[in-house]
């Protein structure tokens, strides 16, 4: 039966492409040929420039801002769609505006919510990202959505660094049950950092719940972004004892004085995958690809096999 299944076909949008090129080599195939046209004005059109008829294609990108990446996602979703492939998978490492997935006050966007819309109206049958800032836009799809796990990459590195009393943290109230989650895999205890914002990406207090005198603590958290949060609990927690501090963050957006921040903290490193390409280097950075994992899931995925062990947490 597996024989007579017609081979799926995996393209890539600009931002993506080194990674994606990596999923394909573990995948076992090459990249799709397109050709992205733009105008003066910076408008752009993809073009796929061999036939996708009745095929399953997926289409790698990471929708991080600004928006040219969400639009390549979709002008690509529905130049496949128009073209009559048969199954459109969105293969999205990151998930972008993510954030915004409830009203956390009067008069603002649920831009999650639209982004998942936008993607079934564009002509997506299916999606398959990771560590999404809330599970639960993965109801806001009416499409299957295969959500990863990147502990399935960071767990067995953190288990190779043989770190004597590890204490797992998190960041945020938020970010509790997925601390708690990696410390039950790894048999730790776990902390939690308690902070108030005054504004979008500004704490003006943070608190530790938890004891972290001589233990070699690892803050877990989904992304990163200006790293105010991560530099800053960090700080704390070699203040109140701890033997050292890292932290592993799947997405590194790294935006803003990110990186100064990273090199002038007390994070000892700070681990994450390649599912945003990165701006620069820093000695204090360990990337873990995400490559094989995307590539294996998205083989079960053609194949009709399960992929339920990727479900770790």
């Known amino acids: 039966m597996l024989n007579n299944t017609i081979e799926a076909k995996i393209f890539t949008c600009t931002q993506s492409k080194d990674l994606s090129e990596q999923i394909a080599a573990a995948y076992g195939v090459t990249l799709g040929n397109v050709i992205t046209s733009t105008y003066s004005d910076g408008e752009f059109q993809p073009s796929y420039e061999e036939s996708i008829r009745g095929t399953r294609i997926f289409i790698i990108g990471s929708t991080h801002p600004?928006?040219?990446?969400?639009?390549?996602?979709?002008?690509?979703?529905?130049?496949?769609?128009?073209?009559?492939?048969?199954?459109?998978?969105?293969?999205?490492?990151?998930?972008?505006?993510?954030?915004?997935?409830?009203?956390?006050?009067?008069?603002?966007?649920?831009?999650?919510?639209?982004?998942?819309?936008?993607?079934?109206?564009?002509?997506?049958?299916?999606?398959?990202t990771m560590d999404l800032h809330a599970d639960q836009i993965q109801g806001f799809f009416e499409k299957p959505v295969d959500h990863l796990f990147a502990s399935t990459i960071f767990l067995p590195y953190l288990k190779s660094l043989n770190l004597d009393h590890l204490t797992i943290a998190s960041p945020d109230m938020g970010g509790s049950k997925r601390a708690y989650a990696y410390s039950k895999a790894l048999k730790s205890d776990v902390v939690i950092c308690y902070k108030q914002r005054?504004?979008?990406?500004?704490?003006?207090?943070?608190?530790?719940?938890?004891?972290?005198?001589?233990?070699?603590?690892?803050?877990?958290?989904?992304?990163?972004?200006?790293?105010?949060?991560?530099?800053?609990?960090?700080?704390?927690?070699?203040?109140?004892?701890?033997?050292?501090?890292?932290?592993?963050?799947?997405?590194?957006?790294?935006?803003?004085?990110?990186?100064?921040?990273?090199?002038?903290?007390?994070?000892?490193?700070?681990?994450?995958?390649?599912?945003?390409?990165?701006?620069?280097?820093?000695?204090?950075?360990?990337?873990?690809?995400c490559a094989d994992l995307f590539a294996e899931v998205m083989q079960n995925v053609h194949y009709n096999k399960s992929i339920s062990n990727k479900f770790v947490m």
């Not at 890292?246 to 490193?269: Q, V």
């Open 66 to 128: 600004g928006p040219k990446n969400l639009m390549e996602m979709l002008l690509m979703i529905d130049a496949a769609k128009r073209a009559s492939a048969r199954h459109i998978t969105a293969v999205m490492p990151y998930f972008g505006w993510a954030r915004q997935d409830r009203k956390d006050k009067p008069r603002v966007p649920i831009a999650a919510k639209l982004v998942a819309k936008m993607l079934e109206a564009a002509g997506a049958t299916r999606i398959i």
């Open 198 to 289: 005054a504004k979008a990406n500004v704490i003006s207090h943070m608190e530790l719940i938890g004891d972290v005198t001589g233990k070699n603590v690892v803050l877990v958290d989904d992304m990163v972004d200006t790293a105010g949060t991560l530099t800053k609990a960090a700080d704390l927690m070699m203040e109140r004892g701890a033997k050292s501090v890292r932290a592993i963050c799947t997405h590194p957006i790294l935006s803003g004085s990110a990186y100064e921040r990273l090199e002038n903290s007390k994070l000892e490193e700070l681990i994450v995958t390649n599912s945003i390409p990165l701006k620069q280097t820093s000695k204090k950075l360990k990337v873990l690809s």
